[in-house]
């Protein structure tokens, strides 16, 4: 399996970015969205299951962050509205488990770069 991060960028306080992960070899494996700020432990931002029904969410994502996925296109998405500096951090897609613990994961993609300015 592969995961493949991509769509994160610069952009200014109150703005929105989609991230994507192209997954290979992981069809309809449950997926999740974890970060790292600079200085920072990882921490999970969403959950998404196999089908896509079933979402989950940490309490800062809530609201402005949205988990979906397109098994045709073996795809999963992070739309991240109403951006803070506070959601500076590395954001890495993984699979293999549906929930917030990074420790049931079994893979893990590269991760990518989302910078909040002020």
């Known amino acids: 399996v592969q995961l493949q991060a991509s769509g994160g960028g610069l952009v200014q306080t109150g703005g929105s970015l989609r991230l994507s992960c192209a997954a290979s070899g992981a069809s309809r494996a449950p997926m999740g969205w974890f970060r790292q700020a600079p200085g920072k432990e990882r921490e999970f931002v969403a959950t998404i299951s196999g089908t896509g029904a079933g979402t989950n969410y940490a309490d800062f994502a809530k609201g402005r962050f949205t988990i979906s996925r397109d098994n045709f296109k073996n795809t999963m998405y992070l739309e991240m509205n109403d951006l803070k500096p506070e959601d500076t951090a590395v954001y890495y897609c993984?699979?293999?488990?549906?929930?917030?613990?990074?420790?049931?994961?079994?893979?893990w993609g590269q991760g990518t770069l989302v910078t909040v300015s002020s």
């Open positions: 993984a699979a293999g488990y549906y929930g917030s613990d990074s420790d049931g994961y079994r893979w």
